[in-house]
Each structure stands twice: as C-alpha cells, then as structure tokens.
C-alpha cells in the first residue's frame, strides 16, 4: 500500500478542492512537527524528568504540570518564526501571543491547548494537543484579542494530536477529517484514515457521573433514560466511558460513535460551561461536523456562538448526531 504523508495529502487536498494556500500548508506542517516534539517528551516521562506539577497556575487558576509548560513553549516556540502567523492565543497564557518584530508576520491565527487531559500526564494515559486556525482580519495592522473573536464556522482548519499506544494526528480543513499516524522510526506522519465519518446512533456516551448531583434536569432525564437501558424508555443498554483526556473521548467518539457531555451544572450556576470555547470546544465542533456528527452546548450549534472573550467557557455535547439532537431538544423544553 502506497504511503501517503501530511504534506502529500495537504498538496494533493489542495489540487483538488483549491481550500489549503501553501502558508495554511506550511503553518499545519509546523504545528504538526510541533505535536512530534510534545511527543517525544511526553514518550520519556519520568526518564526525562518531565512529570509532575510546575509549581505554577495557569489563567485559569489550574495549577500547571511540567509537560504543559514544556508543550506551551514547544508551540510558541515552532510558530513564531515561519512568517504563517500574525499572532497565537493558548489555554496556558492570560492573553495573546504576538509575533516577534524581528520575524515576518503571516494572514493567519493559531490557537490551542497544548496538552489536554493534565490529570492522566503522570498516569500514563492517553493526552493529547487541540489546535484551530482563524483568517486574521482583512487589514489588521497589530493583532488584538479582539481579532481572535470570530465564531467557529470561520476556522479554516483545525486538529487534535492524541499521545497514546500510538501518536496520531486528526485533521480537518473543512473538507472531511483524516488521520495520520506518526511512524517513529521515520519521524513522518502517514495517512492511516479518509474522510472519517461518526455513525449517527450510539450505544456509548460519556459524562463525568460523579458531578451527577449537580446537573440540571435536562442531562439527569437524558442520562437516567440511557442508564434504564433495554427496560427503559430508550429500549437498549448504553455503556459508559470516561477518559477524562477530551481528545482521547473524542478520538474514541470518531472512530465508533458515542456521545460526549460536559455539561454547565449548579456548582456555579452563572457559568456556562468548563470547557473552553476557543480551544477546546470550537475546534472539536468543526471536527466533528466535518465527520457527520454534532456538536451543541444544549442550546445552539457550538460553532454558531459569537465569542466575548479568549477565555470564555462553554458546555459541550457532541458526537453521533442522533443522540445530540436528543440531549438538545431535552434542554430546549
């Protein structure tokens, strides 16, 4: 079987559906040797000396592990001098990262998690990078936070790295989404996976059940009806799984189907959510569009929502389409 590359299959994307310019070619190319070197330290674990806390905080007040600083500056640090990229926003920093001076800037905007799922890094399970690109605005002279705030629908690409028995990479730039695994003897990423698609009913869904005190009637009715199972109002046994690493659940979600929920719930209640919109959930939603599936936050498509601020936050359902519009419609009564 002949072995298609990253760049391969984005020239060849290009030839056909004239959607990836060579900078949005390159600047992917780059996350993705970024996401290669996250890898490799995230693979060393104790060896390098890599586990454990920072002994900082983050913007969000969660306290840091090494590997999320390390991944943070991996990212920063592969981005700034390609000339691709007017600015970067990450999960990890309290505001926009700008391009240095002394390097040309490029038309697009990159913004991610660095290392998703930080409770399973000293555990040694699967975690994973999330990553979206946004056109800069048309004569945008020096990038502003304001710039960042553009819904979903306007990404122009976006993909998750998972660190797992194997290292893959899953991307979509608004024509279906792909895997590609990394080959490590050759350091190359390998088209493994076309045009992936999510079936559009499940037997699967994954929720964190210990917050189940605290849902809103919504999620109780739906996840109680999946938990009667083949006696229940549903007429079929549904299994539970939770990873606790999105891109891993997710990853599991576009291979077989399943619903995952991170829902707002009354803990605090004037909170909309836990996850973030801009680099968790947004570039996710598109992935899972892309796939055939969907991806709400209860009351409206996630990539329709207009962005206040770049640390905003967001409930999240998304997966098999079928069992979105359910929990959905649930919300909307």
């Known amino acids: 079987m002949k072995r298609i590359s990253l760049t391969q299959h984005l020239i060849e994307q290009q030839r056909l559906h004239n959607k990836i310019p060579s900078e949005l070619r390159l600047l992917i190319e780059v996350v993705g040797r970024a996401c290669k070197s996250i890898s490799h330290a995230v693979g060393k674990g104790a060896l390098g000396e890599v586990l454990g806390s920072a002994g900082s905080e983050n913007v969000q007040g969660e306290v840091q592990k090494k590997l999320d600083v390390i991944s943070n500056e991996i990212l920063l640090e592969a981005n700034e001098w390609g000339g691709h990229l007017a600015a970067m926003a990450s999960e990890e920093m309290e505001t926009i990262h700008r391009i240095p001076n002394r390097y040309p800037k490029g038309e697009y905007l990159l913004m991610f998690d660095p290392l998703d799922g930080s409770s399973n890094i000293d555990v040694n399970v699967s975690i994973g990078t999330i990553f979206s690109v946004l056109k800069a605005p048309e004569g945008m002279t020096e990038p502003s936070e304001q710039d960042f705030m553009q819904p979903g629908t306007k990404q122009v690409a976006a993909g998750y790295a998972v660190y797992g028995p194997q290292t893959v990479l899953v991307l979509t730039t608004g024509d279906g989404v792909h895997c590609f695994t990394l080959d490590r003897e050759m350091g190359a990423w390998v088209l493994t996976q076309k045009d992936i698609k999510i079936p559009e009913d499940t037997k699967e869904f994954a929720i964190n059940a210990s917050n189940q005190r605290h849902w809103f009637p919504p999620v109780t009715r739906y996840v109680d009806e999946m938990l009667a199972g083949s006696t229940g109002p549903r007429g079929k046994d549904f299994n539970m799984r939770w990873i606790a690493s999105m891109v891993a659940d997710v990853h ?30 947004n570039p996710m939603a598109f992935i899972v569009e892309q796939a055939g599936g969907a991806a709400t936050d209860g009351q409206q498509r996630i990539l329709d929502i207009q ?25 909307k009564e």
Do not use: C, W
Not at 311 to 327: D, I, M, P, T
């Open 307 to 331: 962005p206040e601020k770049l640390h905003q936050r967001v409930a999240v359902f998304l997966g098999s389409k079928n069992e979105v519009e359910r929990v959905t419609s649930y919300h």
């Open 252 to 281: 599991r979600i576009l291979n077989r189907g399943g619903i995952f929920m991170y829902p707002a719930d009354a803990r605090e209640p004037g909170k909309p959510g836990k996850l973030r919109l801009m680099y968790e959930a």
